[in-house]
């Protein structure tokens, strides 16, 4: 991607503001976000700046930037990265011929030569004498069954023409440049993209939008019924049914039902208790039985270290006199 740069000096205004018409445009815009969110509009900002004066200046993304409360870098950043914005000067209106494919086999070069021998070489900055045109070569505008076509865009709106051919594109840059109206779409008059051959009619059959085509499906795709269709199987197997319960067993003479001894838990006896573990069970049954208290064993006092005593020496022999 080529690097995007404002224009010179010497063709930017002094200053920038926005129309009546473009302030209540800007108002729509700024009241679908947070007020802490402003910079959210920088796009829409942008685009309402180009509309009204053809292309974004410098003074244009200062005010953008005030009103969105974001640095002024920020917005130049936007806008030299997206080529919908123009940089610099452009006519009236700006003419954008599509170069793909499609456009290019029918016919797309002798619109270039066009624009080449009526308003000069393609670029944004190129504008013809008379101020009113500029042309580039854009790529695939999505119209690619009424080719070869252009994108006419200026402070009305941007505009499709269609099924153009050289002498067809001379005559709309002759009524623009007059002033006249121009008709959008097809200049061979078919309704869009319809066929060219009058004896052809295609997805004409009434059946094809009553429904009585369409048959009623027996399974859900993919579904299990439908996989095992697919296999041979029955999608609807009859389910077997489950034996009955058995009665509980009751009491030959009362015919009470007879129910298991209910388990209680360790922690549930020790709730009932008053103790917390098997211990203090055991005590607590203990006293009860025989109504005497356990008495703690009395503590002994410590023992003092018995001191040793050295060993007497025993004393040296002596040795006879001489």
């Given at each position: 991607m080529s690097v995007r740069r404002l224009a010179a000096a010497?063709?930017?205004?002094?200053?920038?503001?926005?129309s009546k018409e473009s302030e209540k445009k800007i108002t729509f815009w700024?009241?679908?976000?947070?007020?802490?969110?402003?910079?959210?509009?920088?796009?829409?900002?942008?685009?309402?700046?180009?509309?009204?004066?053809?292309?974004?200046?410098?003074?244009?993304?200062?005010?953008?930037?005030?009103?969105?409360?974001?640095?002024?870098?920020?917005?130049?950043?936007?806008?030299?990265?997206?080529?919908?914005?123009?940089?610099?000067?452009v006519g009236q209106h700006l003419i954008q011929v599509c170069g793909t494919?499609?456009?290019?086999?029918?016919?797309a070069d002798d619109l270039k030569a066009v624009c080449e021998s009526r308003i000069g070489k393609k670029g944004r900055g190129n504008v013809s004498a008379d101020?009113?045109?500029?042309?580039?070569?854009?790529?695939?505008?999505?119209?690619c069954s009424n080719a070869p076509m252009v994108q006419i865009a200026n402070k009305d709106g941007d505009f499709y023409y269609e099924d153009l051919t050289a002498q067809a594109l001379e005559q709309?840059?002759?009524?623009?440049?007059?002033?006249?109206p121009v008709k959008m779409g097809p200049v061979t008059g078919r309704a869009c993209s319809e066929p060219t051959e009058a004896d052809v009619a295609v997805l004409a059959a009434a059946e094809l939008y009553d429904g009585s085509r369409a048959k009623p499906l027996p399974y859900l795709p993919n579904s299990p019924e439908a996989k095992a269709a697919e296999a041979g199987e029955d999608p609807h197997p009859v389910k077997k049914a489950r034996p009955a319960r058995?009665?509980?067993?009751?009491?030959?003479?009362?015919?009470?039902?007879?129910?298991?001894?209910?388990?209680?838990?360790?922690?549930?006896?020790?709730?009932k208790t008053g103790t917390s573990g098997p211990e203090k069970v055991t005590a607590k049954a203990v006293e009860k039985k025989t109504?005497?208290?356990?008495?703690?064993?009395?503590?002994?006092?410590?023992?003092?270290?018995?001191?040793?005593?050295p060993a007497a020496k025993k004393p040296a022999p002596k040795k006879d006199a001489e």
């Open positions: 010497e063709v930017q205004p002094e200053s920038f503001s926005f700024m009241n679908k976000y947070p007020d802490d969110r402003k910079a959210s509009a920088v796009i829409p900002l942008l685009w309402l700046a180009q509309k009204q004066e053809g292309w974004v200046s410098e003074p244009a993304l200062r005010e953008i930037a005030v009103r969105c409360e974001m640095p002024y870098i920020r917005v130049y950043e936007v806008a030299t990265f997206y080529t919908m914005f123009n940089l610099e000067p494919t499609p456009c290019w086999l029918r016919g101020g009113k045109f500029s042309w580039e070569e854009v790529e695939c505008l999505g119209a709309i840059l002759d009524d623009l440049a007059a002033g006249k058995k009665a509980p067993d009751a009491d030959e003479a009362g015919g009470a039902v007879k129910s298991a001894p209910r388990k209680t838990s360790k922690a549930a006896d020790a709730a109504g005497a208290k356990k008495v703690p064993a009395a503590k002994t006092a410590a023992k003092k270290p018995v001191a040793k005593k």
